[in-house]
């Protein structure tokens, strides 16, 4: 079965009554699942287990909730009544972004692989899941290795009305503001999709490794140091002038924490006017620039010994209109969006339990 090619599709209209986003839903659908949609090679490759590796870290909890097994033996999250029942309707979830998936397969040694298996996965879950329940979205993946082949997928299921986002994995070979991704940026900003950072493979295969000192040895390390790998690619967008160069394209990272955003922009500030001269298309403070194309996940966030002081840390950026709620569900360290928010200024809440994702997204 190969992967159709899907006509373009006017985006749904906006939906005031909107009022919880998620912008990180799992659903467990991997290359199982989309191997009938790979051509050959490809197909066989998949058959035989050909995936990226893994990074050998031990983790004493896994990854995924084992109170979402049912009495199949499947877990709700592969189903999509299952996270309907589990999510959606126990805490009124009106739009779930389903991020996937097989973003992982960034870091495979052969990009055309990687590129016709995120393919598969996108037609996979365009037939399979976006119509199984209105309330579902979807972030389709792109593989990194090869952006021309990342704007081809773009360009053909980006116009689908149930596809808001592209989603690449943060573990890469290079800073993401290099020449080399531009194909991938112009796509993103010709069809209107945010393109989201997700992170989970960084030091496996042919990425960097997951640390800027090298390979940590614990997964509590590993973990830890993920949201290193977001501040790389951010300074490098903005210093290499990506949002210069694609004026339309919007930046979401998701699962990366928020703390380290101020001191970053700070630091970025002061070196700026120090350096301006090494990066002249940069004409206005990175922190503005930052401030009004970058988005970011609720989940995993810091948490100060007080509430005030996680009001203070929102005082030092524009957190009201950058913060998008998002569960990361099923993963053990998932929230609810009570939870998410109880900590927030009320004057807030509102805008990121639903209104930021809503004017990001076009839902």
């Known amino acids: 079965m190969t992967a159709p090619v899907l ?51 031990h983790n004493p909890i896994g990854v995924v909730r084992s109170d979402l097994v049912e009495s199949d033996g499947k877990n709700a999250a592969s189903k999509p009544d299952g996270i309907g029942r589990t999510l959606l309707d126990p805490y009124g979830i009106d739009i779930a972004l389903l991020t996937g998936g097989v973003y992982g397969f960034s870091t495979h040694p052969d990009p055309d692989y990687a590129a016709a298996v995120c393919s598969a996965y996108n037609s996979y879950m365009i037939e399979h899941w976006l119509p199984k329940d209105p309330r579902f979205r979807m972030a389709i993946n792109v593989a990194t290795q090869d952006a021309a082949l990342a704007a081809e997928e773009i360009a053909r299921v980006g116009s689908h009305p149930g596809v808001c986002a592209a989603l690449i994995s943060s573990a890469t070979q290079h800073p993401l ?37 090298g390979y940590p040895t614990r997964y509590l390390e590993w973990h830890t140091g993920i949201s290193c790998t977001f501040q790389a690619h951010l300074v490098s967008l903005v210093c290499e002038g990506v949002f210069q160069k694609f004026p339309g394209l919007k930046i979401v990272l998701v699962e990366g924490g928020v703390s380290w955003l101020p001191p970053l922009m700070w630091r970025l500030d002061k070196n700026w006017k120090a350096l301006r001269s090494t990066v002249p298309w940069i004409t206005r403070a990175p922190s503005e620039i930052i401030q009004e194309r970058v988005f970011m996940t609720t989940q995993p966030i810091e948490e100060p010994p007080e509430h005030r002081q996680l009001k203070q840390l929102f005082e030092m950026f524009d957190a009201e209109k950058m913060l998008l ?16 928010v109880r900590g927030f200024p009320e004057s807030f809440k509102r805008r990121v339990l639903a209104e930021n994702a809503v004017e990001l997204f076009g839902l």
Request: net charge negative.
């Open 177 to 213: 503001g290099q020449r080399m991704y531009h194909p991938l940026f112009a796509a993103c900003e010709k069809y209107d999709l945010p393109l989201c950072l997700h992170p989970g493979s960084e030091g496996t295969c042919i990425s960097n490794p997951p640390t800027a000192a």
């Open 325 to 340: 709620f998002s569960s990361d569900y099923p993963h053990w360290d998932g929230d609810t969006p009570d939870f998410a």
């Open 7 to 57: 006509e373009a599709q006017p985006k749904t209209e906006k939906a005031s009554a909107i009022r919880v986003v998620d912008c990180d839903v799992h659903q467990l659908v991997g290359l199982a699942q989309c191997r009938e949609y790979l051509p050959q090679p490809f197909k066989r490759m998949a058959e035989s287990g050909c995936a990226p590796g893994h990074l050998g870290l």
